[in-house]
């Protein structure tokens, strides 16, 4: 059977919509109702940094509005700390509150119990290990597709002509 980089695009969005459902299960678990999947996904993002709004952005691949909003959500929840630059207003770095830490924490606690569940064995951490080392060549290929306009091949970009469909 062959895959293609389609198929895998397809299933890493419907892993990660299923991953949002846990986050939100979880979320219920622990009783918070103020916070969406998708903030949680910014929270890690944030992690132990004080970061820019663009270096947040950069590192997660958001759309500016969609994080700006959640970005909003999360400092009136309490979550993150945003502190407006003095040189440039419209600036702001954002780090994560006491609120914001233990909320990770409690969810990399129940997802190291998954993670302990999905790989029980040496074969089962290698899989997981190639098929990261998979998803992030196939990244890697779009990226390098994306900023030099052709194909990637063997480390060079064959750079072929797009054809107007119409």
């Not at 459902?21 to 998708?38: F, N, Q, Y």
């Not at 910014?42 to 691949?61: A, K, M, T, W, Y």
């Not at 970005?71 to 509150?97: F, I, P």
């Not at 569940?117 to 390098?144: C, I, K, P």
Request: proline residues 1%; hydrophobic residues 35%; charged residues 30%.
């Amino acid at each position: 059977m062959t895959v293609t980089h389609l198929e895998l695009a397809n299933t890493v969005e419907r892993i990660y919509r299923r991953f949002a459902d846990l986050l939100r299960v979880d979320l219920i678990r622990l009783g918070k109702d103020d916070i969406s999947p998708a903030q949680v996904a910014l929270l890690f993002n944030i992690g132990e940094d004080e970061l820019s709004v663009r270096d947040l952005l950069d590192r997660g691949h958001y759309m500016g509005s969609n994080a700006s909003y959640n970005l909003k959500q999360l400092a009136e929840s309490g979550y993150v700390e945003r502190q407006v630059m003095a040189r440039d207003r419209r600036s702001a770095r954002l780090k994560l509150t006491a609120k914001g830490h233990e909320l990770c924490q409690a969810l990399h606690e129940l997802h190291e119990e998954y993670h302990d569940a999905l790989t029980s064995n040496l074969e089962d951490q290698q899989e997981m290990e190639t098929a990261l080392r998979t998803l992030r060549r196939l990244e890697e290929f779009w990226t390098q597709t994306l900023r030099y306009g052709g194909v990637p091949v063997n480390g060079s970009v064959a750079v072929q002509e797009v054809r107007n469909r119409r």
